[in-house]
């Protein structure tokens, strides 16, 4: 299974992700309604990007929030996806979800999440700093593990 990730180190904040994933996905280049959004947190050289988009959590919220029963996650591919022509725009969904990835789409008149593109994220191409990538989950995995224990290593535990 492979999981879209995200290292905040490599992103200079250029919103290229977020306008192709809104143009993509709504015909115009609306990043409020992109399905990935960064957003910034603190000024200056405490600047944090953050990432916010579906993590197609395990046992995601979402499914079990929404009124409608319309969200669903496929056990293979491990991808959550709505059937938005059913959607009542009730809010459940976005109100539960633990890293707030939902977003109002005006023109599908529904709420929604990043679908992974298929298998093939957009926003992973356009991203030049590479701080997007769409990879293996246990190589996610072990790269984190890896990163972390370096950065225990030099002491720097606090930075994370």
């Known amino acids: 299974m492979k999981i879209l990730t995200f290292d905040q180190s490599k992103c200079d904040g250029c919103g ?6 809104s143009l993509a996905k709504t015909g115009a280049v609306q990043p409020s309604e992109a399905r990935i959004r960064i957003k910034r947190a603190g000024d200056g050289p405490a600047e944090v990007l953050r990432a ?4 197609h959590c395990t ?3 979402c499914v079990t929030a929404c ?7 496929d056990p293979e591919t491990g991808v959550v996806s709505r059937k938005t022509g059913d959607c009542f725009r009730c809010a459940a969904c976005a109100v539960m979800c633990p890293v707030g990835a939902v977003v109002l789409d005006h023109k599908e008149n529904a709420f929604v999440t990043c679908d992974l593109c298929g298998g ?13 990538r769409f990879e ?6 072990s790269e984190k593990r890896s990163r972390y224990a370096h ?5 720097e535990e606090e930075s994370l």
Do not use: F, N, T
């Open 16 to 21: 290229a992700c977020q306008a192709l994933c």
């Open 52 to 55: 916010a988009y579906c993590q």
């Open 59 to 61: 046992e995601p919220v």
């Open 67 to 73: 009124m409608r029963g319309i969200i669903s996650k």
């Open 120 to 132: 093939d994220p957009l926003c992973v191409k356009v991203c030049e700093k590479g701080a997007l």
């Open 136 to 141: 293996d989950v246990e190589a996610a995995i």
């Open 151 to 155: 950065m225990v290593l030099a002491g």
